[in-house]
């Protein structure tokens, strides 16, 4: 599985770092998502999918490798 992030989609209402911590951060900067682990661990998977329903942008997509 491989993780992406769309950064000028982004809103950064931050729903992604506070649902899948190991995997999203927010740039301190502009508080743009920034994928930390782009091939998350089996068990994150879930908590990735999770993120990703929740993104009011749809800024981010797990696609199979």
């Given amino acids: 599985m491989r993780v992406?992030?769309?950064?000028?989609?982004?809103?950064?209402?931050?729903?992604?770092?506070?649902?899948?911590?190991?995997?999203?951060?927010?740039?301190?900067?502009?508080?743009?998502?920034?994928?930390?682990?782009?091939?998350p661990a089996d068990e994150e998977v879930k908590a990735v999918t999770e993120a990703i329903e929740l993104c009011p942008s749809g800024a981010l997509r797990l696609r199979s490798t």
């Fill in 4 to 39: 992406t992030a769309d950064r000028e989609r982004c809103a950064s209402a931050g729903m992604c770092a506070l649902t899948a911590p190991k995997v999203f951060d927010q740039d301190e900067v502009d508080g743009r998502v920034i994928v930390i682990e782009s091939a």
